[in-house]
C-alpha cells in the first residue's frame, strides 16, 4: 500500500519534565503522556497533573499532555482524580488517506512495547476528517501493527494471548493521535464502589466538582442528596490525600516495558504521603434508606468509614450550626417524564432550607435550565460539564471568606 507524501511524519514525544524521583533506578525513557478528561474539566486535570510535578503540558479539548517516563504513567495513573485514562502517545502525524495512515503507522515502534503474544485490540475516533469510517481506521491500524511486529518477532501469526495493549486512535481535522492505555479499565474505576444505586455519578466527575469547589479538608461539608455517597467519599479521600488508584490494578502493570518494582515504588510513594483523618467529619444527607446502607458500604470500602457521616433525613430536616461550610451536591434532575414539577418544588425547598446556611457556599450540579430562578439566588459562577451523557451547568453560590 503505497502512500503520497505525508505532510507530518510521526513526531518524537517530548523530554520528561522535571518530577520528583520516584523508586529505583530503571531503564526509562522519554514519552508523551495524555490524561484524557471529560468536557469542562480540562483545566481540573491539567492541575492534577502540575500537582504531580509535570509543569510543562498541552490542555486541548478532552486531553492535558505532558512529558513524562515509565515512572510518570505508574504515578499519574495512581494518582489524578479527575482523569478518564492515561495514554502513552506513540505518534503523531497528519493522514489525508488511508494509505497515509497505514504507512505512518507501520512506522511506529510498535515492537519496543508489544511482546509475540500481545493482545492488542484497536478503538478508534474520528471529527471533521477525511477518514471518517471508524471500522476502516481499527482495521487497518491493526494491519499496519501486525505488519510491524512481523518484522521484529520474525514470524506471521499472533495469538495474542498475552497481556492487554490497547491501541486508543484519535483523528480530529486528519491529525492523528495513537495511543496505548495504559489504564485499562476507566480511571473512575476506584474499586471501592463495587455496587452502584440508581443514576451513579462517576467518581472523577465527584472528585472535580470538590476541587471546583472553596471546599478545604477540615472545614464543613454537606451534601444533603448524597445518594451512595460518591460525592463525600470523594471528599474524604482528597482530605487523605489518598492516592485514588491506590486499590486497583492497571493494564500497565502487565507490560514488560514498565517493571513491577516501579509500581512497588510508586505505591509506596503514595502511602507515604497520605494524612490521618480529619476532626471535622463530613456530613452525607438522603432520604433514601437503601442508598445510605450502599454509602456506608462503600465508604468502608474506600477506607474513610470513619471520616463520613451518612445520616437518613429529608431536606426540610438538614440544618448545621458549624459556620463558613461548603454543601456540594447533585440533586435529582427531573429527567424522567412526570418528574419535573417534584424536582422543581424540591429546587424551591432547597432555596429556603439552605438559605439559613448563611456563612456557607453552596455548589449544585443539575441539568435544569431554571435551576436559579427556583433556587432564588443567581450563582456568582456557572461551569458547564457533562454528568454521563447529560449537559449540566455546576451552579456555585460563594459564601463569605472565613475569618483567618
Known amino acids: 500500500m503505497k502512500a503520497k507524501h505525508s505532510r507530518s511524519s510521526a513526531t518524537p514525544s517530548p523530554p520528561p519534565s522535571a518530577e520528583p524521583a520516584a523508586g ?11 490524561a484524557t478528561t471529560a468536557f469542562g474539566l480540562e483545566a481540573v486535570v491539567a492541575r492534577q ?48 488517506d488511508f494509505g497515509e495512515l497505514f504507512d505512518r503507522t ?10 509475540a503474544d500481545a493482545a492488542f485490540p484497536v478503538r478508534a475516533r474520528a471529527t471533521r476528517s477525511r477518514l471518517m469510517s471508524t471500522p476502516d481506521i481499527q482495521r487497518l491500524v491493526k494491519k499496519a501493527i501486525v505488519e510491524n511486529l512481523k518484522r521484529a518477532h520474525r514470524r506471521d ?24 492505555d495504559s489504564s485499562g479499565d476507566a480511571l473512575h ?6 455496587v452502584s444505586g440508581p443514576a451513579p455519578l462517576k467518581e472523577t466527575l465527584a472528585a472535580a466538582l470538590v476541587e471546583l469547589s ?31 488508584g491506590i486499590a486497583r490494578r492497571f493494564a500497565a502493570e502487565d507490560w514488560p516495558r514498565i517493571p513491577a518494582a516501579l509500581w512497588s515504588a510508586a505505591r ?6 497520605e494524612q490521618p483523618a480529619s476532626d ?67 429546587y424551591g425547598e432547597m432555596g429556603r432550607v439552605l438559605a439559613a446556611l448563611d456563612t456557607w457556599s453552596v455548589y449544585v450540579l443539575t441539568s435544569h435550565d431554571g435551576f436559579e430562578r427556583l433556587f432564588g439566588r443567581r450563582a456568582d459562577r456557572r461551569r458547564k460539564l457533562y454528568n454521563g451523557r447529560i449537559r449540566c451547568t455546576y451552579y456555585q453560590f460563594h459564601g463569605p471568606r472565613p475569618p483567618a
Not at 529505583?24 to 495524555?34: E, G, R
Not at 510543562?56 to 489524578?80: I, K, M, Q, S, Y
Not at 507501520?106 to 511482546?115: A, G, T
Open 24 to 34: 529505583p533506578a530503571a531503564h526509562t525513557a522519554p514519552l508523551t503522556l495524555v
Open 49 to 96: 497533573v502540575e500537582r504531580l510535578g509535570f509543569t510543562e503540558r498541552t490542555v486541548t479539548n478532552g486531553r492535558v499532555t505532558f512529558g513524562g517516563d515509565e515512572r510518570a504513567v505508574c504515578r499519574t495513573n495512581l494518582h489524578l482524580r479527575s482523569a478518564g485514562r492515561v495514554l502513552i502517545e506513540l505518534g503523531r502525524f497528519d493522514a489525508e
Open 106 to 115: 507501520l512506522e511506529l515502534p510498535w515492537n519496543e512495547w508489544l511482546p
Open 157 to 180: 501469526w499472533f495469538e495474542e494471548t498475552g497481556p492487554v495493549f490497547a491501541i486508543d486512535v484519535s483523528i480530529m481535522d486528519d491529525s492523528v493521535s495513537v495511543c496505548l
Open 189 to 194: 474505576k476506584r474499586g471501592y464502589r463495587t
Open 214 to 244: 472553596f471546599w478545604r479538608p477540615g472545614r464543613p461539608f454537606l451534601d444533603p442528596f448524597c445518594g451512595t455517597g460518591t460525592i463525600p467519599i470523594e471528599a474524604a479521600l482528597i482530605a487523605r490525600n489518598r492516592a485514588p
Open 268 to 273: 509506596d510513594e503514595a502511602r507515604a504521603g
Open 280 to 346: 471535622e467529619p463530613l456530613q452525607g444527607t438522603d432520604i433514601d434508606s437503601r442508598s445510605l446502607e450502599l454509602a456506608r458500604f462503600h465508604a468502608r470500602q474506600a477506607g474513610v468509614e470513619a471520616d463520613v457521616h451518612f445520616q437518613q433525613r429529608a431536606l426540610a430536616d438538614v440544618s448545621s450550626r458549624r459556620k463558613y461550610g461548603c454543601v456540594i451536591t447533585n440533586p435529582p434532575y427531573g429527567e424522567r417524564s412526570g418528574e419535573l414539577r417534584e424536582v422543581e418544588a424540591l
